[in-house]
């Protein structure tokens, strides 16, 4: 962990217009749930979370965070500027995705507490955060790990949040045991039992660390590679 990398990190997170597009999903979807809430009821609106929160609106908040951090500077080159000072690859990478983390975190899991807590159940919303944290990890690590191979990298994980985690996730139960969203959600429901039980607990929580951690060194041996490749 680099706090000087981690700190440029930010600052090209907050300074890209796509940081107000990461702020709009959770805003509208604490409003989508609130409006259910007032028009229905917080029965009806909770189901909005588990069905429309975790398959879409967190990993989004994940691709736009990790590719923010790291697929600019990839995409125009200058990450070579950084590589050619003598800093741990693995070192800056992790420093990304620190920071591609807490946005996740912060505009990904928070805002699904907050609706959660719209619908009136404490239990039920300490469970999607919970599940929401553990599967924002892993997803902010993985596109991280895609935005260090490739400048497509918004359309690669759009397409692997699309098609694989909610098209095929919804037509298949066996995908769930390789499914990130899914696993959340496994975990959340060690909380509270009203959360779908898509896979093994002990399962979910391994795979999400293995992701984790294999996205993250990934993504530092990448670096590793361009900066003696000169690859771009």
Request: glycine residues 8%; proline residues 4%.
């Amino acid at each position: 962990m680099n706090a000087t990398i981690a700190k440029l990190a930010l600052q090209a997170l907050l300074g890209r217009r796509r940081f107000f597009l990461l702020l709009a999903f959770p805003v509208l979807l604490i409003g989508l749930v609130a409006l259910v809430t007032a028009l229905v009821d917080g029965e009806a609106a909770y189901e909005i979370l588990p069905g429309l929160g975790y398959p879409l609106v967190l990993p989004l908040v994940a691709i736009l965070a990790a590719s923010s951090v790291l697929g600019p500077e990839v995409d125009d080159g200058s990450i070579v500027y950084l590589l050619s000072k003598p800093v741990n690859r693995y070192a800056v990478a992790a420093s990304k995705w620190v920071v591609a983390l807490a946005a996740t975190l912060a505009a990904g899991a928070l805002p699904v507490l907050v609706a959660a807590l719209v619908t009136g159940d404490s239990t039920r919303a300490g469970a999607l955060f919970l599940g929401a944290a553990v599967a924002g990890t892993a997803y902010s690590a993985l596109f991280l790990a895609i935005s260090a191979v490739t400048r497509h990298a918004v359309i690669a994980s759009l397409m692997f949040v699309l098609i694989w985690e909610s098209l095929l996730g919804n037509l298949f139960t066996g995908i769930a045991w390789l499914s990130i969203g899914q696993w959340g959600l496994r975990v959340g429901h060690a909380v509270s039992d009203e959360l779908p039980d898509p896979a093994n607990l002990p399962y979910a929580v391994i795979a999400s660390a293995v992701v984790t951690v294999v996205g993250v060194w990934f993504a530092g041996d990448r670096l590793r590679s361009f900066s003696l490749k000169g690859d771009d």
